[in-house]
């Protein structure tokens, strides 16, 4: 344990300090861990393991990161050693020791999308927040073809959510990429970053990772899904009060949907599609929240299904079958917090 680098600096009573390597996600054996001291000796934090979601195909997590508030004016030692008392030229590694940066990655999962013309798909978008930042992410298409939709954010306390993603109804004769960003306001400053594309992958049986690719490829193929243009209208997020209703309109073309059976999928459990009714612009759908399963602070986004019924198929003499439900249509991510009544 002997080969250890030690740093100095000062520093004052309540100010937060971040101390993060990196090793293993550049190629290095080091097994990092870190030990905060004051002048005295006395300890102050430690880390040896620090997961990261974010990191591709690594299964051992092995950088460390410490974020700690100082107890007192000072100077303080950060020692930097390898789990198995090992070192050498090739454990090389990046220290970093500053305020916090609060920032954030997204991941967008699957990478590659086959879905017919005018249909709404669900995705998913992982967030990864750095350094304490919490805040809501909004994300958006950059720079795509016209007929292309995306609904949904990344509210604040999430880190995975699902939105979704419409196609305009003529088929690509090729697959083609899109860009998606997210934008939040860190310290009174918009922040734009990446939407990475990635894929789900499991390794051995047990590690799960996010692999990143190249691009986001989407083919559109086959006779359109829907009935016409499908569109949340309206201020978003929609905000329900606990325990009672908010309504949400839909058009411009979605008058059909009054003939379906709406339905919000998981995980959004205790709000549920009350009625739907027509309206001028389209429809408007009734949302209730069960007081008894949501508290005030709630948010994400409604996946909402629709189902048709159909007659059941021919049964000869036998007693008459239920109709069957048969999934029509997915509507565009409809944002929503739950308020106080």
């Given amino acids: 344990d002997s080969d250890a680098d030690v740093f100095r600096f000062d520093g004052r009573a309540g100010s937060a300090v971040v101390a993060e390597v990196t090793a293993r996600r550049l190629g290095s054996p080091l097994d990092s861990v870190l030990r905060l001291t004051d002048n005295a000796g006395r300890h102050v934090a430690s880390n040896d393991d620090q997961e990261d979601k974010g990191s591709g195909l690594i299964t051992h997590h092995a950088d460390s990161c410490l974020s700690v508030t100082l107890p007192t004016d000072g100077t303080y030692y950060l020692r930097l050693s390898d789990a198995q008392a090992r070192g050498g030229d090739e454990y090389g590694y990046r220290l970093r020791i500053s305020p916090p940066r609060p920032d954030f990655e997204l991941r967008i999962v699957p990478s590659s999308i086959n879905v017919r013309g005018g249909a709404t798909i669900p995705l998913t978008v992982y967030v990864f927040r750095r350094d304490g930042f919490d805040g809501d992410i909004t994300l958006a298409l950059k720079d795509a073809p016209s007929g292309y939709l995306l609904s949904g954010w990344a509210p604040a306390g999430l880190d995975k959510v699902q939105i979704t993603l419409t196609v305009p109804p003529k088929p690509t004769e090729e697959p083609l990429s899109l860009s998606v960003e997210g934008r939040a306001v860190i310290d009174g400053r918009e922040v734009v970053r990446p939407v990475v594309p990635a894929d789900d992958m499991m390794q051995a049986f047990f590690y799960q990772h996010l692999v990143p690719a190249r691009e986001l490829r989407v083919a ?111 509507l565009p991510a409809i944002p929503f917090e739950i308020v106080s009544p």
């Fill in 220 to 330: 559109v193929s086959g006779q359109r899904m829907s009935k016409g243009d499908i569109r949340i209208l309206g201020h978003v997020p929609v905000q329900i009060p606990a325990g009672g209703t908010a309504a949400v309109r839909i058009g411009p073309s979605a008058r059909w949907l009054a003939t379906m059976q709406l339905e919000v999928s998981d995980p959004a459990e205790g709000i549920i599609v009350e009625s739907v009714k027509t309206v001028r612009e389209g429809v408007e759908i009734m949302l209730r929240s069960e007081a008894d399963k949501v508290k005030p602070g709630l948010k994400g986004n409604l996946i909402v299904h629709g189902f048709s019924a159909k007659p059941p198929a021919p049964a000869g003499e036998k007693a008459p079958q239920a109709r069957r439900r048969v999934p029509a249509v997915t």
